[in-house]
């Protein structure tokens, strides 16, 4: 039988169908995600450059440019001009590289090594997983402290001869933790081990909350252990999907890892990804360009004021905080009923939270598409629980 | 100093520029890339996805749904609909998935394989090598034959104890030829080894040569070895980057390389990327129903078709083919200088042509933004040389 296909009209007719099944960041219903709703300038931005491919640089002269500049300004934004890295897919990709980094210099340095380590915080992302699965790693995960925070000294007392990486985390994924990173720089440039951070989350935003007067600790290039950083223009950045940032303090980092590219416009390549889109450098650099830090800077304190007005809503509606918010994240749980069943409520309220492992908490993650109108919506349905 | 930013107005002119200096392949000047102009109906549906991440389906349930159907819809043009894969960012990501499945796969049924090796043709692209490294996989290449094909007999003399995959290429990257199959299948069937088939440019057009008369080898699921398939859609599927398509034969692939995820709306994750855009999924999704078969027929034959004329004018002009075009990719070299001094000569005109690195030859891939008028203008320029 002929497939001759179907009418535009109705091809877009289903398409809406399914878009109706989406859920949207704008409804404020989506509670528990890192990703929001893109800024529109970034978003043209992104549309003018969908035929770009930077894995083929040579033929996207331009869009080569703004990813040199892109990752200037990402670089100057966390304490380092003269820093080399890539516009990427996400954080997932740029932990991997990372460690991928990380394992092939400490072989170029100390051939012996047989069975790599790395060291991660018990609240480290689960890319981090996936990379030692991939690069054939064992994981050791560091303890936290009593605010899940990594406990430098289990950090300390996991290091061996064996160890390629240590990792840190400024911002963690299910609460929105700072680690302690000034003091495990210290720690890795005396046993001269790679460090990385993932900022993922937190490096659109710790910067800018700092220079309005909120305290964290260092956590980028200023301190001299941070061999590299991840950073998501689709998180606090403001950039659609797919939009990921990988930074390092040298290019030798990069190198150790690069394949060889025979036939392309550049003569090696050391993204996981092979042909990648321009797309995202060209949102990331609109809206560096376009919001400027002042922007950032109201972004993330109006999550940050969101955030306070949640807390104060929960613990008033009689439940329990699992620990102090760092950052736009808020972590509660019941004196009554489980996480599961409390999620389960909430679900049913049509409301989209997500689940912490450890502790094990309800979390919110206070995304710019969060307003204050959701967040009162929101507290009035867990009254409306009378738990 | 405030960074308040600068105006959209200002934003926008930039951007302009900087695309100013970008290739487009709209000027047929692009003869090196196997990317395209996106079809404006993927390039419609991709944007209409573009805040939809299928790294936690479970809030975009839509485009979960469009997700299974276009990966069903891929499977049936590949020889079996039920089939289990995802829509991710390219070949890249798609091959390395692969590899890692056939590893785990492999030590989950024998712990004792110590330095699992993968066999890959000389001519497999370069992301077996990005995979090699990653995964901890010696690569060994076995031999073409006289038409650059992977010769079978080397495979079978390279397989041993540790071969944890072979690889076959339908349609490779720098001469466009398809590997026999059918006997790669039928060896690594006998010796119950995993055999991947990288048909990122092939699979979506080979199907539909077939159709129209054109004469291929067996390359898909139809041969029972077959375990996976890599297939493109932001090639000749005519998406957007990024676009790519992994197939498994059996659940149990993507499920030996699951990782926890301990906070998302699903339960594990097989791919590389986390964070992933729905879009790709959308655009996919909506060319095949547009397009249709017949559609993509046209595509393929259209570009055979202007293959035929750029490889005649070739030979007319007085260069030598390396070998005879099986796909839409013709390479060829001078008897009086060298491919790199032709290439310069041909780059001085303003042609963006790639270099095949075995053989060394001049190569362009009669993608769909290859007209015949751009056909008819090279080979002008390519008399021009007087060669």
Sequence with gaps: MEDKGISKTEVFRQLKEFKKKDMTHRSGKILGSMCTCPHPVGLRAYQMFLESNLGDPGLFKGTKAMEDEVITLLGDLLGKQDIHGHIITGGTEANIMAMRAARNSAKLENPGIKDPEIIVPKSAHFSFKKAADMLCLNIMEAKLDSNYKVDVNSIEEMLSKNTVAVVAVAGTTELGKVDPVEDISNICLENNIYLHVDAAFGGYSIPFLTEIGYEFPKFDF???????????????????????????????????????????????????????????????????????????????????????????????????????????????????????????????????????????????????????????????????LNL
């Design 222 to 384: 200023k301190l001299k252990g941070v061999c590299s950083i991840t950073i998501d223009p689709h998180k606090m950045g403001l950039a659609p999907i797919p939009t990921g940032g990988i930074l390092f303090r040298e290019k030798k980092y990069l190198d150790a890892m690069s394949i060889e590219t025979p036939y392309l416009t550049e003569d090696r390549q050391s993204t996981i990804v092979g042909t990648r889109t321009g797309a995202s450098t060209a949102a990331t650099w609109a809206l560096m360009k376009y919001l400027g830090r002042e922007g950032y800077k109201k972004v993330s304190n109006q999550c940050m004021e969101i955030t306070k007005l949640l807390y104060e809503g929960i613990i008033e509606s009689g439940f329990e905080m699992v620990t102090e918010p760092q950052l736009n994240i808020v972590a509660f749980k019941s004196k009554d009923i489980s996480v599961d069943e409390l999620a389960r409520r909430l679900e049913n309220l049509g409301w989209a939270v997500s689940k912490s492992s450890y502790p094990r908490a309800i979390r919110v993650i206070v995304m710019p598409h969060i307003k204050e109108k959701h967040v009162k919506a929101f507290i009035e349905d867990l009254k409306s």
